[in-house]
């Protein structure tokens, strides 16, 4: 369960869904640790400019 926890993770903090603490608080794990898992699989949005805060729009529903 862990190990798809931490892949969800990845994939919404990668695509800029979550910020870094919230998507490492979601897996249970440092955020120190999520930043390393998605530097090795080429998702650090840290190293990718096209990701900014700024492109993060908040949505909510009705």
């Known amino acids: 369960m862990q190990q798809h926890a931490l892949r969800t993770a ?3 903090y ?3 869904t979550l910020s870094l603490e919230t998507a490492a608080g979601r ?6 640790r999520l930043r390393r898992a998605a530097a090795r699989r080429g998702r650090d949005r840290g190293r990718d400019p096209t ?3 700024a ?5 909510g529903a009705d």
Do not use: F, I, N, S
């Open 14 to 16: 990668a695509d800029g």
């Open 51 to 53: 990701v900014t805060e």
């Open 55 to 59: 492109e993060r729009v908040t949505v």
């Open 10 to 12: 990845l994939t919404l």
């Open 27 to 32: 897996a249970g794990v440092a955020p120190d």
